[in-house]
């Protein structure tokens, strides 16, 4: 049994594969540590032969999760690298080196799980889209603040008042300021997926799929125009694609 990781900004995910299925995905904060539940959950696992994971978090955790995975199965984990030379996509990056491991493994699962053309969206601590061709060509890709991030962003470089600063809102038209705040921070990346789709079926000359994961995800669904595949599990679906 392998213990696969998806180490985030903000968030630890993982599930187990057993060379055929991958099984519900787990989630947990992280703050930076690894979190007590995470830990008694591990503690309860058995047979784990392999620990493979992505990290795009903070060092601390990578190197918690280093120690917690030596310490519970004599297993150091292989951490996932980048590699353009056996990439089934092609990245658009000059540089692919550049371009984050959870948005290239977010790719190759996309690739592997539909074909035709794809736009690829993390919505997470940041909100990040990705074009894909049928024939794995990744055309680029556009990167947003989270939705807390474009909250945190206006109230820091403004004199907004703290009872405007808690309003979640999610309304079409807000009728006080905390309300237009967070409708803008929600419909303005779904405004630009939907943008994005129409570019990537006019060059594509074929209708895309849209594709979306993340921590907050659901948030954003509701809010897009086109069919969206809900995938919580993209990035650990790419681990297990890797050799």
Not at 27 to 43: K, T
Not at 147 to 173: K, M, Y
Not at 237 to 243: A, M, P, R, S, W
Request: proline share 7%; net charge negative.
């Amino acid at each position: 049994m392998q213990l696969i990781i998806d180490i985030g900004n903000t968030s630890i995910k993982w599930a187990l594969w057993d060379g055929h299925t991958l099984s519900d995905m787990h989630r947990a904060r992280h703050h930076s540590a690894l979190p007590i539940d995470l830990l008694a959950a591990w503690e309860s696992l058995e047979d784990i032969g392999k620990v493979r994971a992505c990290n795009v978090g903070p060092d601390t955790v990578k190197e918690a999760i280093t120690h917690i995975s030596e310490t519970l199965w004599q297993q150091s984990p292989h951490f996932i690298n980048l590699d353009p030379t056996h990439s089934p996509v092609h990245i658009a990056y000059p540089d692919p080196s550049r371009l984050g491991v959870d948005r290239w493994l977010s790719l190759c699962a996309a690739h592997r799980l539909y074909p035709g053309p794809k736009l690829i969206m993390h919505i997470g601590t940041a909100i990040t889209y990705d074009a894909l061709l049928g024939d794995g060509q990744h055309l680029g890709g556009h990167i947003l603040p989270g939705i807390e991030a474009l909250r945190a962003a206006l109230f820091s470089t403004t004199q907004i008042p703290p009872e405007d600063r808690t309003d979640p809102g999610n309304t079409l038209w807000g009728t006080n300021t905390g309300q237009c705040i967070a409708a803008a921070c929600l419909h303005a990346p779904a405004a630009l997926a939907d943008r994005l789709w129409h570019q990537l079926r006019k060059q594509s000359a074929s209708t895309p799929r849209l594709l979306i994961t993340g921590g907050d995800a659901e948030r954003l669904s509701p809010l897009l125009t086109h069919p969206s595949f809900h995938h919580p599990d993209l990035v650990l679906q790419g681990i297990v694609q890797q050799q």
